[in-house]
């Protein structure tokens, strides 16, 4: 059998049918969205004969990835797909340079302490048992300009590799490793923080069978993450992964990107990071907001 069969009149009658084309009512693009989706997936189908079992197989897959998604959708590169997507529109419309962005990824939680940035900040709350991380730069605009009045959302994994408030050993405070800074005219912040180590997906959870499945790890090296925000400037979505990690170069998530890897300068057990980030202006009131992916959210505590 041949994709050809997708063609026939049946098939294609019943894409239109399932997909509303028939009715007035209902929203447009999502029409015409899930009727290519649903027509690309029937040509799976036949190009791999797949099965009454194995379509019923992957679909109760699916169902059980719940909140996984966040963890499943880097991990097939598709989070990291829509940042590439997003930047070569970027480059179409003549918005280069900066900062590259990267995968925000699923544990972000708002609500984390806003601090006054003119000093150096500790971003952690607990006891950890490891060094102490030293990051500190500079926020530019793309004139190297400082950027006033930025926010500097920071937040990463303890030493075990796990993060606040996603913690299964309970052991951590609320919002520790996260803070809100608050920087002022001079664009300029300074944090400490105990070493956050990678961490890899949590075993026998739905990321982790499809990348065992895919002959794959779930590994990502020891990063921060950081939302950058500004009156005036685009909101960057980003991290930094540790340059000497062993999964520097192999991120299960593809968070990694040229120019987000800083190799730390290790004395002892503690380890400093110099990184500036650079902005882009704000062509758009909708750029110096934030996406609106549904995030946690906590109570400051
Ligand atoms: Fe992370």
Known sequence: MTEDFVNTPAIQVLLDKATGQDSAEGNPRLKAILRDLLEATMRVIVR???????????????????????????????????????????????????????????????????????GEVDLTSDPDDTGTLYMHGAIRGPGGEAVPNAIVHVWHANSQGWYSHFDPTREQTPFNNRRRIQLGDEGRYAFRSKMPNGYSVPPGGSADVLMQALGRHGNRPAHVHFFVEAPGYRTLTTQINFGDDPFAADDFAFGTREGLLPVPNRQGDSAHIAFDFVLQRAEEKEDEGFSTRQRFAAEPA
């Open 48 to 118: 791999h004969d797949i099965s009454e079992n194995e379509f019923w197989a992957a679909a109760s897959y699916i169902a059980g990835i719940g909140h996984e998604a966040g963890l499943v959708a880097p991990g097939v590169g598709l989070e990291h797909f829509l940042d590439l997507y997003m930047d070569a529109k970027d480059a179409e419309a003549g918005r280069e340079g900066g900062t590259p962005r990267t995968i925000e990824g699923p544990l972000y939680v708002a609500g984390a302490p806003l601090v006054d940035g003119t």
